[in-house]
Every structure is written in C-alpha cells, then in structure tokens.
Nanobody
Framework: QVQLVESGGGCVQAGGSLRLSCAAS????????MGWYRQAPGQQRELVAI???????NYADSVKGQCTISRDNAKNTVYLQMSSLKPEDTAVYYC????????????????WGKGTLVTVSS
C-alpha cells in the first residue's frame, strides 16, 4: 500500500505565499516523477508542476515564476512553494507520484493524494 498525504493548504490573502508538502509512505521501492496538479471549482484538473527524480522540473505556463517545485528523496516528499498568490489560484491542490513498490519493483503506478485546499482572497 502506498499513500500520498498533502499538507500546507489554507486561506491566504492575495499576494501571499504558501508552501505545500506531500509525503509518500508505504511499501515504496522507488519514486520517479512527482507532481502537483490543481482543480478549481467547476474546472478540470490541470498540471501545475512536475519534478523528476534527478530534479528536472517543468511548470505550467500559468505558474512560471510564481511556483517552485522541489523534492527530498530521503523523505519521499515533494514541495510546492507558491508566491504572489492570486484569487484565481484558488483550487484543491493534488500531488501525484509514479511509484514502484517492494512487491512490484519493476512496475511503477501513479498514485494521487486526496488534495489540500488553497483559498486566496482578494
């Protein structure tokens, strides 16, 4: 069993900052790509940022310069530092990760967390 648990969401005023964390736990053999997605009310889930195991990053155009994704492989944790937040950044933020387990070390599956709500007020 593998779990991803996000934390760090909350309410913040426009212009503020938040740091989201997502910790993976369970029978993990290896973690490959880790990422953050978000889903605003009435909208589809969209990519925010992805980071590979070797720290190559990719960002959605809408968050370039505003968000920084990082990871700590020793802690099986991915972070998303968000700054200059705007009301349109309000969404549930989900992390995901491609993980192989001890039982199936050659096969990676994509796991999702349950999300953490970020609300930005104007």
């Amino acid at each position: 069993q593998v779990q991803l648990v996000e934390s760090g969401g909350g309410c913040v005023q426009a212009g503020g900052s938040l740091r989201l964390s997502c910790a993976a736990s369970g029978s993990i053999f290896s973690i490959y790509d880790m990422g953050w997605y978000r889903q605003a009310p009435g909208q589809q889930r969209e990519l925010v940022a992805i980071i590979t195991r070797t720290n190559t990053t990719n960002y959605a155009d809408s968050v370039k310069g505003q968000c920084t994704i990082s990871r700590d492989n020793a802690k099986n944790t991915v972070y998303l530092q968000m700054s200059s937040l705007k009301p349109e950044d309000t969404a549930v933020y989900y992390c995901n990760a491609d993980i192989s387990t001890i039982a199936t070390p050659r096969y990676g599956l994509t796991y999702w967390g349950k999300g953490t709500l970020v609300t930005v007020s104007s």
